[in-house]
Each structure stands twice: as C-alpha cells, then as structure tokens.
C-alpha cells in the first residue's frame, strides 16, 4: 500500500484520483495538488474517499520537493502540463520517489515533441534506484502497449504501424479541445512527420489526410500528426518499417483552427497589448470551454488503436488492436469526457504496474518496454477493454 502525490487538478487529473481512489489496496493515500487549491479542492469532495489537497507551483522544484517530504510520497503522478515535467522528475531524484506522466516535456517557448530531454535522466534515476515512466496516458501510453502486446503475440516482425484516433463525439460547442487548449493547439500546428525507412519525413501540419474505417464509428477522415511515441515505438519495435501517427477532425474543427492561425491567435510567441506581453494561445485559452467541463453534453464515441502489417509464421498478416469508449457512460462513470477518461485509467493503471512491483526498474523508460501482458488484462478489467479485429 502506498502514498502518491497526484499534481494537476485538470480533466485528466479528475479521472486519475477517482480511479486511484478505487484501487485502496494499492492507493492507500491520494494527495492532489495543483496550482489553485480551488481544482483538488472541487475534485476531491466529490470522491467517496479521504483526498488531501495542497497548493503546488510545480515549476519550482523546490515547492515539489517539500510537499513529497511533507506527505511522505513513495511516488509523484504528474498530471499538470508538459512544461512542468523536468522539475516534477527533479523533485523525484532530489527525495528519490518513483515518478510517472502522460506528456513528454516541451519547452513554454518551443512547440515540440521530444523525448532527449527526459531520456538525458536515465542514468541519474537508475544511479538513484528510482524509476520514471513516460507517457502513461492512451496515446502515448496503451497504444504503446498495444505495439509491445502485438509484437509479443501476432507477430514475427512488424513492418508498419499507423496509430489511428478517432474522436467521434459531439460537445455541442462550436470549438474546443478535448485536453488542454494550449497544449492541443501547439500540437495540432507543428508540421507533420513520420519515420520511413530509417529517416524521418517532415511535411506541413495537416497537408496528409486519409480515410479509415474505425470500428463501431464508421469511415472517417484523419490527419497525420507527430505524435511522440512514435520516436520511442521507433527504438523497441523490431525490423519497423513504417509508423505514422493519424487523428480525425471535423471540418467545422479544421475551419475555426484556420480562422484562428490566420489571425495569429494560435501564436506562442508574446505580443505586447496595452502596456503588457500576451501570449495569444493562452490568452485563446482562457476563452474557450474548460475540458473537464465538456463531459456533461458530450455524446458519440471514441475509438483509438494501432493498425499493424507485418509476417507471422511467414505470412503476411494486418490486424489492428482498439478501444472504443462512450463520452456518455464515461461522464455517467466519473465525471469526465472520454478522453480525459481513456488518459486517466492508464495512469492510473501504470501507476499500479509500479507501486505493486509488477513493472519495476530503475531509470527512465517507456510503455513498450515492460511486459504488456498484465497491463493489457488491466485495462480490461478497469474500463478500457480492448479488442482486436483481423483485417
Ligand atoms: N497521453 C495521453 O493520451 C494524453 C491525452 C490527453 C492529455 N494528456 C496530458 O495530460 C495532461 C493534463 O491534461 P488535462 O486535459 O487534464 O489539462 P488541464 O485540464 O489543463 O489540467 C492541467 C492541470 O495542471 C495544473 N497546472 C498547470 N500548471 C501547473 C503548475 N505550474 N503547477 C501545478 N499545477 C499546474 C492546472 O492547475 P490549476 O487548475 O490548479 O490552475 C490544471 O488543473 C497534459 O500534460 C496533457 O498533455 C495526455
């Protein structure tokens, strides 16, 4: 049994302490803290279960450093933003308590996926006996283990991926994002790239689009992306060939986020108002809906998977593995819209793989890189049953 410090008390953050909070055998503590006590605060009195809260800027290490001594932590679940990701594994190294999260860092000032700045810890972890996992959300994170799963299972080599999210639900606002504005918008407009052949090809941000049937939701248009598992997956899966990285947007979407690049509101860059710098993105942010509290009109379904290609006993074969999920029964369940749902079960569920000693090494590493069976009977067990289809 264990204590864990959850920071970010965001749509993600909602799901990953109620699904904690369900788990006492091996979340015996929860403590959530965010940057405004007023989130763990508004999350925690709606759990059936004791939740302390605290007030925490995880840009300052320090700050994080005290309230893991504080709480006597055995480890630290970031749920903030990307940004605050090196200082959160810091204050891991600094009190030596295992560390998780669901985003790779990205610098405030440059929007990119990258995993060199945390991968650069790996040997000071493994020197402090702690371990850091990275990505623990659905993508990254169970579509990694859904690779590490079909490379154990189906196949003798795998020659292609393409990782297909399919968002299929209705908020019934004209624009907003599923998580994070700030960090969904930089991600949608940073060029596009997948990895062929040994190199990486660069093309412009949504220039690639292709039609995909996606079970239970039909044929739907998606856009190749990076997305940073992508350069993990490139590294452990064996004799790859191919992987690419696609997401569904509705033309009504792609129409606003048009609109709001040409009048340089999705700008990360500050410009001065007034007598002050803004940054445009996080002034947009501020606008638009909050994501956790798009759930309690959210209808349709979400579907993500892998679609694989590859050899098995000398044949070629192409499957895909997937998860469907409701918006609905996910709000009905804890509150949340399916995408904040299908990222919180697999923190939770990482989380878990570590504190029980299932998944445990000392350094930084990545999903794929630890057994998926127990991981993949979790997920099934917990709220994100998967399902394979041989095509
Ligand atoms: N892997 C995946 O599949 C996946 C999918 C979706 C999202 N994500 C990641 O999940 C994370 C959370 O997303 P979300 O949708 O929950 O975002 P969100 O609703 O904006 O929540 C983020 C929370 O972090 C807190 N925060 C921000 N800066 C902080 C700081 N300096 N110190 C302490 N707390 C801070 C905010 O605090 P206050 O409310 O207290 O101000 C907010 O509650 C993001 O990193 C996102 O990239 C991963």
């Given at each position: 049994m264990a204590k864990v410090l959850i920071i970010g008390a965001g749509g993600v953050g909602s799901v990953v302490v109620r699904k904690c909070a369900r788990v006492p055998e091996v979340f015996e503590q929860i403590i959530l803290a965010s940057r405004r006590l007023a989130s763990c605060e508004a999350i925690a009195e709606t759990v059936d279960h004791p939740i302390k809260t605290a007030q925490v800027d995880a840009d300052d290490a320090q700050q994080v450093i005290a309230l893991i001594k504080k709480h006597k932590a055995d480890m630290v679940i970031n749920v903030?933003?990307?940004?605050q990701d090196l200082s959160i594994m810091e204050a891991a190294l600094a009190t030596g308590v295992d560390y998780l999260d669901t985003a790779n860092y990205e610098p405030p000032e440059l929007a990119r996926f990258e995993y060199r700045w945390q991968w650069a810890y790996h040997e000071r972890f493994a020197r402090r006996d702690i371990m850091a996992l990275l990505g623990s959300g659905f993508d990254p994170g169970v579509t990694n283990v859904f690779c590490a799963y079909a490379q154990k299972h189906y196949f003798d080599e795998i020659h292609s991926i393409d990782i297909v999210d399919c968002n299929d639900g209705d908020h019934g606002h004209p624009f907003a994002t599923n998580f994070n504005p700030e960090i969904n918008i930089r991600e949608i407009t940073q060029p596009g790239k997948y990895w062929q052949e040994g190199r990486w090809i660069e093309i412009d941000p949504l220039s690639l689009s292709q039609t995909f049937e996606f079970p239970e939701v039909g044929p739907r248009r998606a856009y190749l992306l990076y997305h940073e598992e992508e350069e993990s997956l490139v590294r452990h899966?064996?004799?790859?060939?191919q992987i690419r990285f696609w997401m569904t947007f509705s033309e009504d979407y792609l129409t606003h986020l048009r609109v709001l690049q040409n009048v340089g509101m999705t700008r990360i860059t500050p410009v001065r108002f007034e007598g002050r710098d803004i940054v445009p993105l996080k002034f947009l942010k501020a606008l638009l809906p909050d994501p956790g509290s798009l759930g309690k009109n959210y209808r349709g379904k979400t579907c993500i998977g892998c679609i694989f290609k590859g050899l098995y006993r000398d044949k070629p074969r192409k499957l895909m593995l997937y998860n469907v999920s409701d918006h609905r029964r996910c709000f009905e369940e804890v509150g949340a819209q399916a995408v904040s749902y299908t990222t919180g079960v697999p923190t939770m569920i990482g989380a878990k793989m570590m504190l029980t000693g299932v998944w445990k090494r000392a350094g930084v590493f990545n999903m794929e890189q630890f057994d998926p069976d127990p991981f993949m009977a979790d997920l099934n067990r917990y709220g994100l049953p998967w399902q394979q289809l041989e095509l």
């Open positions: 903030a933003l990307p940004y899966i064996h004799g790859l060939r």
